[in-house]
């Protein structure tokens, strides 16, 4: 069975400053892993992925993350974040030994002008 | 190309009383999910069809829960009956391939459930 966990409920940065979400994972086999934002009233959107190769991935809006097998983590990030990026954010594992898609808690990403 | 489709947006219903859920995924798309997302709380799978098949329904409640993907496109979820804590956001998904695919998941806007 799979899980994901992001330790942080919320995060708070200042427009301009980088901005990490944390995420780590639990899998049996090996890890797919994926970053999803939701914007209120509004479905889940697709930031990036993960599934082999260059642990660092690159996505939409400037987003990316890094995959640390030795860590279980696949946090997300952004060099300098904008105002705009005030969402919640999920992270979603599938184990390649398995076919659900499971997600975190979420954290809510507030970026102050 | 069109996205994942869902209706209603909104519905307010009674304790007790029954509804449905419709989902159109997008075109070509293999598999089809539902989630169950409560205030609060990242999203719970509640079924997965491959095609028109089930893969899990493992955490569907199936007392009172059911779900069917017809010809393998549309999909209905229905309540019956409803308890107050199935007020909830009900999103569904689409990828183009499934079971132990790499590939995404796209979603639909959701249908909020309000029961009272």
């Known amino acids: 069975a799979q899980s994901v966990a992001q330790p942080e409920d919320q995060v708070n940065v200042a427009e301009g400053n980088p901005l990490t979400v944390k995420c780590t994972y639990s899998?049996?086999?090996?890890?797919?892993l994926f970053w999803y934002v939701q914007y209120p009233n509004r479905g889940l959107q697709f930031l990036l992925k993960?599934?082999?190769?260059?642990?660092l991935v690159k996505g939409s809006y400037g987003f990316e993350a890094e995959f640390n097998k030795s860590q279980t983590s696949f946090h997300l990030k952004k060099p300098s974040a904008l105002v705009s990026d005030s969402a919640l954010y999920f992270c979603?594992?599938?184990?390649?030994?398995?076919?659900?898609?499971?997600f975190g808690a979420g954290t809510t990403v507030t970026v102050r002008a | 190309e069109a996205g994942v489709a869902q209706s209603p947006r909104y519905k307010i219903i009674e304790k007790r009383q029954s509804v449905a859920f419709w989902c159109n995924p997008i075109?070509?798309?293999?598999?089809l999910y539902w989630y169950q997302q409560i205030l609060g709380q990242g999203p719970k799978l509640l079924i997965q069809f491959q095609n028109n098949g089930v893969v899990d329904d493992s955490q569907l409640p199936k007392d009172r829960f059911s779900a069917e993907r017809l010809k393998g496109v549309d999909s209905t979820l229905k309540i019956q009956p409803a308890k107050l804590e199935d007020s909830a956001v009900y999103l569904c998904a689409s990828s183009l391939v499934g079971l132990t695919s790499n590939t995404e998941a796209f979603f639909g806007q959701g249908t909020r459930l309000t029961v009272v």
């Open positions: 075109s070509g798309h293999a598999t």
């Open positions: 993960y599934i082999t190769g260059d642990n």
């Open positions: 899998v049996s086999g090996n890890p797919y």
């Open positions: 979603a594992v599938r184990d390649t030994n398995d076919y659900k898609l499971s």
